[in-house]
């Protein structure tokens, strides 16, 4: 079957660099299944619960870089309760036993504890490069170990956790003997860091390129650090985002100013009222006009206009990711009163590259027409407070053929969009529904049709584990979480979590 | 949408007495604009600034409630959970740009106050007048004083902070 000799296959499979690529080749045929998964040194586990770490490492005996998600995405935003799950120590422990020559480790949204930090600090002796990213459950103490026991550690990048400031000073317990940081990120952190300990590490480290501090550092230690690393390229407080009080008036400065814009974030700072000072839909036009290589925004507003969104599509065509979050839900087109359908609809006939879309604002099922029509490239959709009936939802199943993440919340989505197309579940990593019309009973069909499904109830009402077998299948599920596995129900769920 | 949050039972459907709730639902809708697919919006009793009926209430489809998350009281909450998508995070960022400090000419230390916490600038105002009052009646009672019984001096704790001001221990949250 295999015309080369397995060192060429595998040479061949080198220049892969994609691990979406290195799974297509490995489907071939046997011979290529085992030359690739010899040869995998990046794995990447988007759903922690999809497969147990020790069949991870069992099959990819040669992995040298791991990288983990856990929690839902909307574990973001509070609706995932906080000891749901996603745990890095089955990862940590598996890889101490089969793979210790682990040197990367990333993990997204999941729960770390410092005992987690110290096991890994201690058992890797070739470990570089730990990145956390929306983690929670470690202190400063785990931070501590990694600085102390992590001899060569290349790269600490700390990402928008939740970390429990314990006063250790960990950035003195990188050893004086510690040259070799390229990378690394605290903006996160909350606590003070000692300003003459970094000033010495940074002068030690003479391959930093990157260094994103927190608040707590002052401008006279930046001038020493400054000055310690002139072959930074990258220094930071953490990601630049824009808060709305720039306006529409600020947004104008930055499309006429900043041409090569590609990334856009710009955030409510006043979440509770509209504020007099906040964005519009003129302020996005303006940046679509003026910034043609955007391809990525997250766009907090008090309004839009169908017009305003026909004409950025127009304006933007290569947008990978289209996130609008207008505060009001149900909020239609201020100036004809019309739903946002047609504006969506713009934006996705447009973005043929388009893999990212956050909806808001008054929508029918019609805008699930469109984006079922013609986003084919979708990967993520997120919608709240969108849609008239099932058929929206069955649009998106039948059209989104890329669709690998669905979390909606608040829909009139039930049982029959659910049902529709079963199958569909099994080429998507996950979908997730909340506070929709989705029943028990629904789920229940789900689960006994699909058993390579995982289907997740979470319930957060009080006793309800004495009454599950009271209640009726035409209640309606709070929210519902659905992931492809070949693990089976996972034995870490808490009591709140029912897999049917 | 589950509507548990308003606690009650639900009225089943066959429960209409006589009045036809079509015509008694309150509606969002355009002047002259199609009612039927904004009539169907389901309630966001919340409120978000806006007030629209709950017709899921109404036409509920059990009597028990459904099995629900622990949906915040209607009535208690003035947001929903979840919304705006915004990080916790982020928000506690946001949120602290709201404190600002407060001096007043001939008092030693200053205040910091947090204007998310007043609905307007009639509370502000009163709310600085109680806060640097103790320094004309001198017989507010500041539990944050301690009183020395010798010699009747007063003292309050205070701190430094990195521009150099004086600044009354307490006004801003320990975390």
Known sequence: MTYFPEEVVEHIFDFLGSHRDRNAVSTVCKAWYHVERLSRLNVFVGNCYAIRPERVMARFPGMKSLSVKGKPHFADYNLVPYDWGGFALPWIKAAVRRSPGLEDLRLKRMVVTDDDLDLLARSFPNFRSLVLVSCEGFSTDGLAAIATYCRGLRELDLQENEVEDHGRQWLSCFHESCTSLVSLNFACLKGEVNAGVLERLVARCPNLRSLKLNRAVSVESLNEIVARAPYLVDLGTGSFAVLDCIGDKGLAVVASTCKELQELRVFPSDIYGAGATSVTEEGLVAISSGCPKLNSLLYFCYQMTNAALITVAKNCPHFTRFRLCILDPWKPDPVTNQPLDEGFGAIVRSCKNLRRLSLSGLLTDQVFLYIGLYAKCLEMLSIAFAGDSDKGMVYILKGCKNLRKLEIRDCPFGDIALLNDVAKYETMRSLWMSSCDVTLGGCKALAAKMPRLNVEIINESEGTDKLEENISDLHKVEKMYVYRTVAGPRNDAPDFVWTL | ?175
Not at chain 2, 35 to 55: A, D, I, M, N, P
Not at chain 2, 62 to 89: H, L, M, N, T, Y
């Open chain 2, 1 to 175: 949408m589950s509507t548990t949050e308003t606690g009650n039972s639900s009225t089943t459907e066959s429960a209409v007495s006589g009045l036809d709730y079509e015509e008694t639902q309150l509606t969002l809708a355009p002047p002259g604009g199609s009612r039927s697919e904004l009539e169907r919006k389901r309630g966001f009793s919340e409120g978000v600034g806006l007030s629209l009926e709950t017709k899921d209430f109404l036409s509920g489809s059990s009597d028990e409630p459904p099995i629900s998350g622990a949906g915040e009281p209607s009535a208690a909450k003035a947001q929903v959970v979840g919304w705006p998508p915004v990080r916790s995070f982020r928000r506690n960022v946001l949120k602290s740009c709201t404190y600002v400090k407060v001096a007043v000419d001939g008092t030693p230390y200053l205040r910091k106050v947090d204007l998310e916490a007043y609905a307007g600038y009639q509370q502000l105002l009163t709310a600085l007048e109680e806060m640097f009052s103790c320094f004309t009646a001198r017989n507010y009672p500041n539990e944050r004083r301690l009183v020395d019984h010798v010699n009747g001096t007063e003292y309050v704790p205070t701190y430094e902070d990195k521009d150099g001001d004086w600044m009354l221990i307490g006004d801003v949250p320990w975390k």
